[in-house]
């Protein structure tokens, strides 16, 4: 079991960055494989990146998203580069037991309550 509480969202002109963080709470942080994933108003939740020892991202935010893990201090991060008016949404911070490869959310049983990101043009 882990909880999740994500900060960092805000808003921030095209072009800009930010970090968002999660810290969890719970069970051995270590055993968990750690993600993000988005949902825009009016479309579906959208895998964004997730890292286990290594690291994974979709296609729109890679080369410009980094995700990165504390395990001393329980807390992943996003920081997020070069952002655009695309990757305005609700950033969700997941965890799944395990080694987990798949992008499918519901691999990722524990899920943050979501910080709003909104990138202006």
């Known amino acids: 079991q882990v909880q999740l509480v994500e900060s960092g969202g805000g808003l921030v002109q095209a072009g800009g960055s930010l970090r968002l963080s999660c810290a969890a709470s719970?069970?051995?942080?270590?055993?968990?494989?750690m993600g993000w994933f988005r949902q825009a108003p009016g479309k579906e939740r959208e895998f964004v990146a997730r890292?286990?020892?290594?690291?994974y991202y979709a296609d729109s935010v890679k080369g410009r998203f980094t995700i990165s893990r504390d395990n001393a201090r329980n807390t992943v991060y996003l920081q997020m580069n070069s952002l655009k008016p695309e990757d305005t949404a609700v950033y969700y911070c997941v965890a799944g037991l395990g080694r987990i490869t798949s992008i499918q959310a519901n691999y990722y049983n524990h899920w943050g309550q979501g910080t709003q990101v909104t990138v202006s043009s």
């Open positions: 719970g069970r051995t942080f270590s055993d968990y494989t």
């Open positions: 890292i286990t020892w290594s690291t």
